[in-house]
């Protein structure tokens, strides 16, 4: 049973299987003779209708839509597809209408996120500012230092003069014959000259003396006219020409009468000023009490050291020294190693005949007198001829007076100037007389010797240099002892070219600055008695900003080339008010402590500045021990990358600001874009537009707002020295001198920024240049091809400190100044020597990108073809000038820390692009 129930259930199965594909079969080839029968039938029977009439219209035929809605049974169809339509037609314009408004709400939505990012952007600008000012207000409530200002007047009331007398006047010094109740600290050093015909051996001096001491001190800043204010009294007392009509007794008899001499001279200062070597010692046998003097020569006996002063002769009394006769600097070896050309009129020995030899003295016999050891010495090196020398003891001519044991001058002096300028080196002989510790010949060979670039060789060290307790005379002449004479030779050899330049233009800062014309003279006497009583001197003169009327209100919108930073914020938006650096922070630090850097190097100690770029830094840990006052550290001190460091200026120095010094010549359009890029540039003090257009700007400009001040100021004329005017108006250290249409993005600025404030002594900028040699005519060329060195970073768009603005405008040779106003060119090239010759280092380019030049300007001056023979001809001129070529090379540029560094994702680039 089972095996025949599972073959009937086996076999069930197998007819359904087979039934279904007879179906399925079926059902296919009924589907086929359908769909390939159906439309041959139909086909054959619609063509077959179509031919029955020709006459007639078709049935099937294409027809228009008027014509098909004539067919009955269409035309309920016909008026469905124009309803249809025209429903479709205002869904079209609602869609459009719609769209319209989705566009309008998107517009919408993008402009609130705008102005979400911008109040966010707002809100942490606002953020900072409030820390800054918190952090602002704890340095006010912490600071225990009194804010330095210039000093506001104090004189004296009354004369004092109850205080000890010295023990003689011969040991008189500062402490103990000086009233300083007259002279307080913010006095100003009030000087009064003493009118000529209050005493009547005044005729007796020099007229050209006279006329040049009366023209000086007209135009001194000390001098006043009030006496009872003064701190000190000069009288001038000499070069006398003819001694023999007057009596030291009436000579000291009309110096106690004097109004104000007060019976001892006390805050009286004596000048007996010197133009030929042979000037008497006038004031030898007179008592001059208290009273400080002023002369070239001095006995041991009538010399007090620190209260007496040692000037230098007046040469050029009426008349200005030409700087451009004056021989370069280089070649640094001349064609004479030393020289040396007097006659000595009288020996310390002459009546003894001494006859002493070389080998007494060696044997412990030391001479009285070195003379004739160092003539037989100089001889001998002259006759080796191992280097040419030119030494002789013997005048051609008749030689000139002068004092007992002192080698007399020969010749003229245009004939000794000669001389020099072929000798690398030339010996001062002192005199043989060791009383004799300063005297008029010394001091006029000195003087024509660093005329002219020869370095002085002071043989003998018992006398004392014009200025010696203010000058290192170590750093431009040398001095040597008698007794080496035999060494003499070996010690000029051995000066290697760099030692000997560098002494050689230290000699030509001194005698430019103290004694190349009368007013330098002056000026040096009283700056000696200035410094030793620790007054500041007078401050430098600001110029006054002269103010053009504008009206402002057009918003200004910021490039976007120019603002794009990345993600990045380049630091708060200081506006409220402008951060104006401070001055005068060490107005009396720089008298009492760095009396040697004021005397010893450029520009001299004639000048009190608000600031300068060489002021020392704190040490690191210092701004955070009780010294941090105006600091800013990134991250607070923890550091950081771009966020941290965007925060805060950091660095060695106090938060400041910069500001923007344009020069433009009626090129409204331009100048307007430039200001508009400005828009939104964080540590922006205020914008300087000096207008160098005898033509005002139309009235109808309207200036752009960009937050900070605008300043349009006028010129007397149209000068490219006006660039470099120190603006009164300009409150900052940091000057960022930039052209109307300098191209610069504000992180290309800000970058800039930043470097400058780790070297604030040099120009910091972007367009670079270099000076090359011209072999073929032994000169300098001005060339701006694309080169491995740079030694120029033009002003069109650099950073300096305002201190090279008052060198450039008030200390700078006038000649260089009178060049570029001639060519209307150059004044870039002049401040780049200004700098590296006030600082022996080149300038410093940083990296920019594209963006320099404005592509749609107009033609500049430098597409010019003259512009580059031009600046070839001004740079050799400035060499003439200045004595030597103060460019330095530099073979790299900067960019910044973190700049092509891989950083992790959490990190951020300082800059972007930089």
Request: with cysteine; charged share 20%.
């Amino acid at each position: 049973m089972l095996r025949n129930g599972g073959v009937g259930n086996v076999g069930q199965p197998c007819m359904l299987r087979w039934s279904n594909r007879i179906r399925l079969t079926w059902l296919s080839f009924t589907l086929f003779i359908i769909l390939v029968f159906f439309p041959l039938i139909a086909h054959y029977y619609l063509t077959t209708i179509d031919n029955l009439d020709d006459s007639g219209p078709r049935i099937f035929e294409p027809r228009s839509g008027n014509a098909l809605c004539e067919v009955k049974h269409v035309q309920d169809l016909c008026r469905i597809r124009e309803s249809v339509s025209e429903e479709l037609l205002q869904l079209e314009a609602k869609r459009q209408e719609l769209n319209s408004e989705i566009a309008k709400l998107n517009l919408k939505i993008e402009l609130c996120k705008k102005s979400i990012e911008n109040a966010k952007q707002d809100l942490l600008q606002l953020k900072n500012v409030i820390s800054q000012t918190e952090h602002s207000y704890k340095e006010l409530v912490a600071q225990n230092q009194p804010k330095l200002s210039l000093p506001i007047r104090l004189l004296p009331e009354k004369d004092e003069t109850n205080f000890p007398l010295p023990k003689s006047p011969n040991s008189c010094r500062l402490y103990s014959c000086f009233d300083y109740s007259r002279c307080p600290l913010t006095s100003g050093f009030p000087v009064y000259i003493y009118p000529l015909d209050l005493y009547q051996f005044s005729s007796f001096i020099d007229p050209l003396i006279k006329q040049a001491f009366q023209a000086t001190a007209r135009t001194n800043v000390y001098v006043t006219n009030n006496p009872h204010v003064a701190c000190v009294y000069v009288v001038l007392v000499g070069e006398v020409q003819d001694t023999s009509g007057l009596k030291s007794i009436e000579i000291e008899k009309q110096l106690h009468s004097l109004p104000y001499w007060r019976s001892d001279g006390h805050n009286h200062l004596l000048i007996n000023l010197s133009r030929r070597s042979q000037t008497q010692n006038l004031l030898y046998n007179i008592s001059t009490g208290r009273a400080m003097v002023a002369q070239s020569t001095f006995y041991d006996v009538q010399y007090r050291p620190g209260f007496d002063i040692i000037p230098s002769p007046l040469i050029h009394a009426m008349s200005e020294p030409n700087f451009l006769e004056i021989p370069p600097q280089v070649p640094v070896k001349r064609k004479y190693l030393f020289s040396f050309q007097g006659e000595k009129l009288e020996s310390l020995m002459s009546s003894l005949q001494e006859a002493r030899s070389f080998e007494e003295e060696i044997e412990g016999n030391a001479p009285a007198d070195y003379d004739d050891r160092i003539i037989a010495t100089l001889k001998a090196v002259q006759d080796s001829k191992l280097d040419l020398v030119l030494v002789e003891f013997t005048c051609k001519n008749q030689p000139r007076l002068a004092l007992p044991t002192e080698w007399a001058l020969c010749g003229e002096r245009d004939d000794r100037l000669e001389l020099l300028k072929l000798s690398s080196f030339v010996l001062i002989i002192t005199p043989g007389n060791a009383h004799l510790v300063a005297s008029a010949g010394c001091s006029m060979r000195l003087f024509e010797a660093l005329e002219v670039g020869a370095i002085p060789v002071i043989l003998g060290e018992h006398v004392q240099l014009p200025y010696h307790d203010m000058i290192h005379w170590s750093e431009a002449a040398l001095v040597v002892p008698k007794p080496r004479i035999t060494e003499l030779h070996f010690l000029l050899r051995s000066i290697s070219d760099s030692d000997l330049l560098n002494m050689r233009r230290q000699g030509r800062f001194l005698w430019e600055t103290y004694f190349s014309t009368s007013d330098n003279v002056l000026s040096t006497i009283l700056s000696t008695v200035r410094t030793r009583i620790q007054i500041p001197a007078a401050p430098i003169a600001e110029e006054p900003s002269k103010e053009i009327p504008h009206k402002t209100g057009k918003a200004a919108g910021t490039d976007p080339n120019m603002a794009d930073t990345g993600d990045l914020d380049l630091g708060p938006v200081e506006t409220e008010p402008p951060y104006a650096s401070p001055k005068y922070l060490r107005n009396f630090t720089v008298t009492v402590r760095d009396t040697y850097r004021a005397w010893n190097a450029a520009p001299g100690p004639f000048h009190l500045f608000p600031h300068t770029p060489l002021d020392p830094t704190l040490p690191s840990e210092a701004k955070f021990l009780g010294s941090g006052t105006g600091f800013r550290p990134i991250g607070g001190g923890a550091g950081g990358s771009g966020k941290e460091f965007q925060a805060a200026l950091g660095g060695n120095v106090p938060r400041e600001q910069f500001t923007v010094v344009m020069l433009t010549y009626e090129r409204e359009e331009v100048l307007m874009n430039s200001l508009e890029r400005l828009n939104g540039l964080p540590y922006l003090n205020k914008v300087i537009v000096v207008w160098n257009s005898p033509k005002p700007p139309s009235e109808d400009l309207v200036w752009p707002e960009i937050g900070v001040p605008i300043v349009v100021v006028h010129t007397d004329k149209n000068s490219l020295n006006n660039r470099f005017l120190p603006w009164d108006t300009i409150e900052t250290e940091a000057i960022l001198s930039i052209d109307d249409d300098a191209h610069l993005r504000h992180d290309e600025i800000m970058f800039g920024f930043r470097v400058w404030r780790e070297a604030r002594d040099r120009i910091v900028g972007f367009p670079g240049r270099y000076h090359a040699w011209d072999m073929t005519h032994q000169s300098w060329l001005y060339n701006s091809n694309y080169s491995c060195e740079l030694s120029m970073v033009l002003t069109g768009a650099a950073f300096f400190h305002k201190y090279y603005a008052y060198l450039y405008s008030y200390v700078m040779p006038q000649a260089i100044r009178d060049m570029v106003d001639e060519y209307i060119n150059c004044e870039d090239i002049a401040m780049n020597f200004l700098v590296s010759h006030i600082t022996r280092k080149p300038p410093i380019k940083v990296t920019s990108r594209w963006t320099f030049r404005c592509p749609g300007c107009p033609q500049a001056l430098s597409h010019d073809d003259s512009h580059f023979h031009e600046r070839h001809k001004c740079i050799n001129f400035f060499v003439k000038v200045y004595g030597y070529m103060p460019l330095l090379y530099t073979q790299f540029r900067v960019d910044s820390v973190l700049f092509k560094t891989r950083l992790p994702h959490d990190k951020t680039k300082c800059f972007k692009f930089i």
